[in-house]
């Protein structure tokens, strides 16, 4: 799969549309085929381990549900849609499709997502809070896409936040292959033209809010933040219900010295790769042997489980440092340069590995990352 951003580099698009403006992106994949069929696409819905919405439009009603789905029978062959969260963390041929996106650093990935909508089926115009790249599959739709300014959003349906119909400044029609790149903040109404598909590569960042809300829960876990204010210095007090600016200054210095970059890079390290929604990781660990994984890295690669999320730091990955799934795991010394592999590569295959083979201490490492399902073989 090749992504063709209309005969740009992907420098040219970063400079002058990621998170900046629109783009409409004609036959950004050649030949694009459906990463999954709707029938695939529905029995996934089925799990309730995976994230499904259906959201339906008849004559002029909305309605929203959350999944899992048994049966989509009773809302016939038109006016609703399908949405399935996180396909990645189900399907692995997802990645091949992430990958394309890659100029985009994966820390700022939220997800892939797929929908299927029916003949005048769609979510409804809305404004999204991340950046997507719209990647259209089988069918054809019409989206629209307003002004960034002057939007207002009301509760359409309780699961359903809308904008006020807007003045187009886009208004086109994606058929097999098109890409629409949307900035966070544009309203947009997408309306299925006939049967279709579409897989959208969503990026994200947390809100400060949401981060610091995290941040005193690792604090706490952590055992840290236990600092508190020396003054053995006081002056004297004139005024008893004063905050004056020395003590301000020691307060705000008692915040920020927790606050350092180690606090915050093990932080942000597991904050980040904590996988958004469920991954598809085994109940209870799996019992290969050393010797299994090594003599089956011979016949095929180990695959990163889909949805895991493996990412370094420039300032901190060569003291071994590299966070997966939540964790921050410290490697010894003499694997500090298997890291950026393990974060950037989806496949390990037995040449990448050539160097560590006879490390025993990364023969337990790979063997308890497989027996954890984040890297698996491939039936
Ligand atoms: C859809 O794909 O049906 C909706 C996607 C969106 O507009 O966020
Ligand atoms: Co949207």
């Known amino acids: 799969m090749q992504l063709h ?6 420098e040219t698009f970063l400079a002058e549309y990621w998170q900046k403006k629109p783009l409409v992106i004609r036959q950004g994949f050649k030949n694009f085929e459906d990463l999954l069929t709707p029938e695939e696409m529905a029995g ?24 899992p789905f048994e049966s989509h029978e009773h809302l016939g062959d038109s006016e609703w849609t399908l949405i399935v969260q996180a396909l990645n963390n189900w399907l692995p041929q997802s990645e091949a499709l992430i990958q394309c ?16 909508g029916l003949p005048g089926g769609g979510v409804g115009p809305h404004i999204d809070l991340y950046d997507v790249f719209i990647c259209q599959g089988s069918g054809s739709r019409r989206w629209r896409v307003g002004k960034k300014e002057g939007n207002t959003e009301f509760v359409a349906h309780p699961a359903l936040l809308h904008v006020e119909q807007f003045e187009p400044i886009l208004d086109i029609e994606l058929n097999t292959g098109d890409i629409l790149y949307l900035p966070s903040g544009y ?10 598909m579409s897989f959208s590569v969503g990026y994200r960042t947390a809100s400060s809010k949401e981060m610091f809300s995290a941040l005193a829960d690792h604090i706490i876990d952590s055992g840290q933040g236990e600092q508190r204010i020396d003054d053995p210095d006081r002056p004297m007090s004139k005024h008893s219900g004063l905050i004056d600016n020395q003590d301000f200054n020691r307060i705000k210095e008692q915040m920020l010295s927790t606050m350092n970059d180690t606090l915050i890079s093990e932080f942000t390290g597991r904050f980040l790769t904590n996988s958004k929604c469920e991954l598809d990781l085994p109940e209870q660990k799996f019992e290969f042997q050393i010797e299994d994984v090594l003599t089956q890295l011979e016949q095929q690669p180990l695959i990163r489980m889909g949805g895991l999320r493996c990412l370094y730091f420039e300032n901190s990955y060569e ?29 390990l295959t037995n040449e990448v590995l050539a160097d560590y083979l006879g490390n025993s201490d990364f023969q337990l ?6 027996n954890s399902g984040y890297w698996y073989f491939d039936a």
């Not at 951003?5 to 992907?10: G, L, S, V």
């Not at 996106?101 to 892939?112: A, C, E, G």
């Open 319 to 347: 003291q071994g440092i590299v966070y997966i799934n939540g964790e921050q795991v410290i490697l010894p010394h003499t694997l500090v340069s298997l890291i950026p592999r393990l974060c950037n590569l989806q496949e």
């Open 101 to 116: 996106f890659d100029f985009i650093p994966r820390w700022r990935l939220d997800d892939l997502m797929v929908s299927y």
């Open 44 to 67: 996934l819905a089925t799990n309730e381990m995976v994230e499904s919405r259906r959201v339906s439009n008849k004559g002029g009603v909305w309605d929203a549900e959350f999944g």
């Open 5 to 10: 951003i209309n005969d740009m580099t992907p």
């Open 365 to 370: 490492l790979i063997t308890d990352w497989v």
């Open 187 to 196: 309203p947009h109404d997408g309306i299925s033209l006939e049967p279709s």
